[in-house]
C-alpha cells in the first residue's frame, strides 16, 4: 500500500507487461507496479479487471482518478483503439487521447494515441509517448532518435515534429534465430566478442544479400571448428544490425543520432555507428516513457483547471 | 505385414522424420513406412529402439539385414556419427558409411556420411545422397543443383563431383517469421500472390538491405491498408528469396540451374530464377533420396557379391 493517494496514474501497457506509476500531480512518483498483464495475453473485457487488480486499493470512491495509458492498449485488439496520428506530427498528447468507455467510475482512462506512417507503411504504438519524453527533456532536439528494442524504431525529428520513421524487426529477429532455429544450438544467451561483431557488422554492411548465406556458416563453423557460442551471438547480432544500418542509412548518415535504450540493447547500436564514423550519442533513460505520460497528465490538468 | 522379406533396408532419418523402404536387392519397392521419431527427439540410445519399432517385424533370425540410412542420423547427437566427406567430391558411397555398433544381431545398419566445406564454412547431411540419386539418373549432368527446403542448398555439380555448396536458411526464416513474429498477424497459412511475389523478390535482389525494412511493412500495410494475408505470404517469401538468390547468385548466373523439389517448394524459387533469365529446369522426384540409397545400397552388394 502507497503512503499518499495518488493524483493520477502513470501506465506503460505493451503486448508482454503492464508498468504502472503511481503520481503525484507535480510528477514525483509514488510507488512503481508492474504485472505480466500484457495487452498480448488479454480480451477487449480483461483490460478493465487487470488494472484494477494493480491499482485498485488506491481508488477513492466519489473520485474519477487520470489514467494515462500509451502502448498497444490502444491498438485494434486493446481496451479501446485509439486512432493513429500521422506523420509529420508532434507526439500527439492528451488532446487526442481516447476516453476509454468504463463502467468503473473511480478511474477516467485516457489512451494516448500511435503514430503512422503512409508511404513507406509503418506504425509505433509507445514509441510516440517515449518520443514526447525526450522532447520534454530537450526541447531543441534536432536529428535522429534510435530506439532499440524487439521493434527498433529509427525517427527523424525535426522544430518539435516526428518528420518520418522505420521499423526493423532485429530484435525479433534476432531472438527467434537464437532461440529458435537451428542456430540455438551455436549462439549464447550472453556473451559478447567486439572484434567478431564489428567484422559482422562490416560484412553485412557492405553486402547486405551476404547475411542471407551468413547465418548458416554460424552453424557449420559451430560443427567445423568449434565456433565459440559467445562470438557466434556476437556475429549474428552484426549481421542483422549491420544489414538495420545499411537500409537505415538515409536517417544516421550525416546527421547527429541519440540512441535512447539501456546499455545492454543501446551497445552494439553505439558500436556499429560510431564504426561508421556518425555523429552518435546515447541515454539510458529508463522512465523515458513516463516523461512522456507526465507531459499529457499536465495538459490534462491545466485543460481541468 | 509386407508380403515379402526385403533384402535390405532404405533408410532417409532426418531431424523430424524417420522414413523406411522395405527393399528388394533389384531396386523394387515392398513396402514404405515413416514415423515421427526424427533425430532430434532421440537420445544416443533411442535410435536402435526406433527403428526396430518401425521394421522390426520384418527381421528374420540368422540373419543381418543391411541397413542403409542417410541423414541427421549421423550427425554428432545421432545413432553414431559418420564423419564428413570434404569438398570437392563426389556424393559419397557405401565405402565411406559408418557401421553402426548395435547389439541387434538382425541389421547392419551404415550410415553415409555428410559433406563439408571448409571456406565458406558450410555442411550438409542428406542432400548429398540426394546429389547421388540425381546424378543416379543423369551421371552427365553439370550445373547448379538448388535443393529448396528448411535450409536451401545449392551446389556446383562438375565431373560427378560436389565442387562447392552454399546453405540459406530461408525456409527456416519464412516459417519463424510467419508463425512466431509479430508477422504472423498478417501472413496466411496458404495462398498466394504472383505479382507481389515477383515485385517482392526484384526488390530484395536490387536492395537487399531492404528486406530488412520491408519485413515490419508487411505488418504495418496490414493494419494500415488491409494488406491481404496471402499476399503478405508471398512478399514475405519474395523478400527472402530474393536476398538468397543476391546471395547466391555466382552460383546460378550463366550456369544451368535445376532445382529438385515438390512443386510446392521448387515454384517459387522456379519463378524467381526465371525472371532473372536463368536457364532453369525443375524435378519433382520424391524419391530422389532412394535413389541414392539404391546406389550405395548396390555397391555394397558388389563388395559382397
Sequence with gaps: MTQHTPDWIAVDWGTSALRVWLMRGDGEVLERRRSESGMGGLSRDGFEPALLELVGDVLRDGRALPVICCGMVGSRQGWAEAPYASVPCAPPGIAQATLVRSAEPRIAAYIL????????????????????????????????????????????????????????????????????????????????????????????????????????????????????????????SGLLIGMELAAARPYWLGQPVRIVGADAIAAPYLAALRAQAAEVSCVADEEITLRGLIGAYAALSEGVE
Excluded at 124 to 137: D, H, P, V, Y
Excluded at 174 to 197: K, P
Aim: aromatic share 6%.
Design 113 to 236: 494515441p500511435g503514430i503512422k506512417q503512409a508511404a513507406p507503411a509503418d506504425v509505433m504504438r509507445g514509441e510516440e509517448t517515449q518520443i514526447a519524453g525526450i522532447l520534454a527533456a530537450d526541447p531543441g532536439f534536432d536529428g535522429i532518435l534510435c530506439l532499440p528494442g524487439t521493434h527498433t524504431k529509427w525517427a527523424h525529428i525535426s522544430a518539435g515534429e516526428i518528420v518520418s520513421f522505420r521499423t526493423f524487426m532485429t530484435g525479433e529477429m534476432f531472438a527467434l534465430l537464437g532461440e529458435q532455429s537451428v542456430l540455438r544450438h551455436s549462439v549464447a544467451d550472453a556473451g559478447w566478442d567486439a572484434a567478431a561483431f564489428d567484422a559482422a557488422v562490416a560484412e553485412a554492411m557492405s553486402r547486405p544479400e551476404r547475411v542471407a548465406a551468413g547465418l548458416f556458416s554460424l552453424r557449420a563453423e559451430t560443427l567445423l571448428s568449434g565456433l565459440a557460442a559467445q562470438t557466434a551471438r556476437a556475429r549474428l
